[in-house]
């Protein structure tokens, strides 16, 4: 089990990347336990996640500068088998989406967008889609400190098209 100190960036879907800021001890049921306060910049949004099992609500270490190639290549050519009928389908995203796994969004992107491009994407495909888009930015982000236009042009890139 990964533990966290003060600094460290993370992921708490669906907030987003944080910081875990300290760690505080809360009493439930005439019992301590010891939480990590994870605050989200830009935000007044605090998290108060149980140090012993922070994966039980998803936290896990943001992105880093290394795992970068991996997420782009999963951004081009990552695959994920997604179910014709839509209830099935609309299951499998929504879970896709909630993990906050940045390497199935990734996988989930390159597919909805070659499915865009095939046939065109139903409206609440494309807003998974957009959500997908959204998740990774916010990510990549936090990494390259870039802006909207700077992330917008390096998933183009991974999809070997030309800058808007």
């Not at 875990?20 to 009493?27: A, D, F, L, T």
């Not at 014709?84 to 199935?104: C, N, Y």
Request: hydrophobic share 40%; glycine share 8%; proline share 7%.
């Amino acid at each position: 089990m990964k533990k966290y100190v003060m600094g460290d960036r993370v992921v708490l879907p669906p907030y987003g990347v944080g910081v875990v800021c300290g760690i505080s001890e809360k009493r439930v049921a005439n019992r301590t336990f010891a939480y990590y306060q994870v605050e989200f910049p830009n935000s007044t949004s605090k998290a108060y996640v149980p140090v012993d099992a922070p994966m039980g609500v998803g936290l896990r270490p943001a992105l880093t500068h290394k795992e970068m190639p991996a997420l782009l290549n999963q951004l081009r050519s990552g695959r994920v088998a997604l179910p014709r009928q839509w209830a099935a389908r609309h299951r499998k995203v929504t879970e896709i989406l909630v993990s906050g796994d940045p390497f199935q969004i990734a996988a989930l992107a390159s597919e909805m967008r070659r499915w865009n491009i095939e046939r065109g994407l139903p409206d609440l495909d494309r807003q998974a889609y957009r959500r997908a888009l959204k998740l990774l930015s916010a990510e990549i982000r936090e990494i390259t400190d870039g802006g909207a236009d700077d992330i917008r042009a390096l998933l183009d890139s991974a999809w070997g098209e030309e800058p808007n």
